[in-house]
């Protein structure tokens, strides 16, 4: 059995603590939590194809298949069940993934961007113009059944808020895991020498379309849990602006740890929270000024001060004296 790292512990003893929170606080802080908790997921997809050198302007792409193929199980077959509408996301995402991976683990830096880019405004630009699927207006989704279990009201918004606690440290977990194993020491050798890992016979293609495809199915459980959340899905989830929001969340939390873009995207949701309510018509310039700063005086992103602050306690505990010296 694979002994816990510290993230590992820290994600863990935080499940109990999200949980709890739903108890304690007021409804309006646990909502924005439970939606950060989906979208973070997506954030996680971009924060492991940085780890290679590679930043995805799409990834809004996978969080709309996921998000889509629930509603459309749902509208069209009547299907309910959480854990069927989360296995249809993810194969979506697998599928499309697979079959996109073997165009896009050819291109680099910003032609990866902007093929990325591309192929998620085709699908938004589809998804405008269908009718049968509320065109720009999008539909709604009804509250999820839990393995024939239909709760209803506050218990129905509590239990889906459980599982998408369960669900996205879980993901976390099995991330961290991943950028510790083969692939993802990869994956950091093409971030700064691509030939060389072709060299020592490693095949670069092969690890990024790996890292491509699992991006797209985390990503695609967060679409399903954040559509769930909302009972609603509509195309602007797959825009390029949904899309930056998750490069911009990626950059001010940084990758320095799979946790940040989890705390990032909570800490992203509450800035624009209060950047509306105190100034309604320009709330948008507050978001952009917190991401300059970010940029100028912590260009590792936030996470860089938690790293910063480790470094300094385990040099100030290499210089101090021993007992008896």
């Known amino acids: 059995m694979t002994k816990l790292d510290r993230t590992e512990i820290g994600l863990l003893i935080a499940l109990p603590l999200l949980i709890l929170i739903a108890f304690f606080v007021p409804k309006w802080i646990v909502n924005y939590v439970h939606v950060s908790l989906g979208t973070g997921l997506v954030a996680l997809g971009v924060m492991i194809q940085m780890r290679a050198g590679l930043v995805s302007f799409g990834q809004g792409l996978y969080f709309c298949v996921g998000g889509y193929s629930a509603g459309m199980t749902a509208k069209f077959l ?22 996109l991976g073997f165009l896009l683990r050819r291109y680099r830096e910003i032609f ?6 591309a192929i998620s405004m085709i699908l938004f630009g589809l998804l405008s113009s269908t009718e049968e699927l509320g065109s720009t207006d999008g539909f709604n989704l009804p509250t999820p ?30 991330l961290n895991r991943f950028l ?50 909302l009972g609603h899905v509509d195309p602007e989830m797959t825009n390029w602006t949904t899309s930056g929001q998750f490069v911009f969340v990626s950059i001010l939390s940084g990758t ?15 800035v624009r929270v209060f950047a509306v309510d105190f100034s309604p018509n320009t709330w948008q310039m507050i978001l952009g000024t917190v991401m300059l700063l970010t940029i100028i005086f912590l260009p590792r992103g936030l996470w860089s001060l938690v790293a910063r602050k480790k470094k ?14």
């Open 112 to 117: 990866f961007a902007m093929l990325t880019l």
């Open 180 to 229: 510790k194993s083969p692939v993802g020491y990869v994956n950091e050798a093409i971030r700064e020498n691509e030939l060389r890992v072709e060299y020592l016979g490693t095949s670069a293609h092969k690890a990024v379309h790996i890292t491509y495809v699992l991006a797209a199915v985390v990503s695609s459980i967060g679409g399903v849990l954040w559509a769930l959340a």
């Open 312 to 325: 300094s306690s385990n040099e100030r505990g290499a210089t101090a004296p021993k007992k008896g010296e």
């Open 145 to 174: 059944t839990f393995l024939g279990w239909a709760p209803e009201g506050e218990t129905a918004r509590l239990t889906l808020y459980i599982f998408t606690c369960f669900a996205a440290i879980g993901c976390a977990i099995a």
């Open 256 to 270: 320095g740890n799979i946790a940040a873009p989890m705390v990032g995207t909570f800490l992203l949701e509450i």
């Open 78 to 99: 009547g299907i309910s069940d959480l854990f069927a509408l989360l296995t249809i996301g993810i194969l979506s995402a697998i599928v499309l993934s697979v079959i």
